[in-house]
């Protein structure tokens, strides 16, 4: 079992800049990749981006050029840096972990969210 605390969420303008942070616990031995997706209003869950053990970063289009993820495994966190924020980035951010509980089997955990809100 995997739990995941989001923090860093709130209020800022457009333009501005935050950092969101995730902390994993538990089975943490398991998981092999760690992400971000958000829900706006009115819209279905989306992809923000995710960081895969290997190092690679995938990062949906809305986001690129402004958004960038970081993990630390040690410390099994992940981070979502969002700069050049605009109104249509309010939503609930969610983090993920996805780990691996069989030979072929996979499960993706999520966190309870965060809110950010763009606004003037």
């Known amino acids: 079992q995997v739990q995941l605390v989001e923090s860093g969420g709130g209020l800022v303008q457009p333009g501005g800049s935050l950092r969101l942070s995730c902390a994993a616990s538990g089975s943490t031995d398991s998981i092999v990749d760690m992400g971000w997706y958000r829900q706006a209003p009115g819209k279905q869950r989306e992809l923000v981006g995710e960081?895969?053990?290997?190092?690679?970063?995938n990062y949906g289009d809305s986001v690129k050029g402004r958004f960038t993820i970081s993990r630390d495994t040690a410390k099994n966190m992940v981070y979502l840096q969002m700069n050049s924020l605009k109104p249509e980035d309010t939503a609930v951010y969610y983090c993920?972990?996805?780990?691996?509980?069989?030979?072929?089997?996979?499960?993706?955990?999520w966190g309870q969210g965060t809110q950010v809100t763009v606004s003037s």
């Open positions: 993920t972990a996805r780990t691996r509980i069989g030979s072929n089997s996979w499960y993706l955990y």
């Open positions: 960081s895969i053990n290997g190092g690679r970063l």
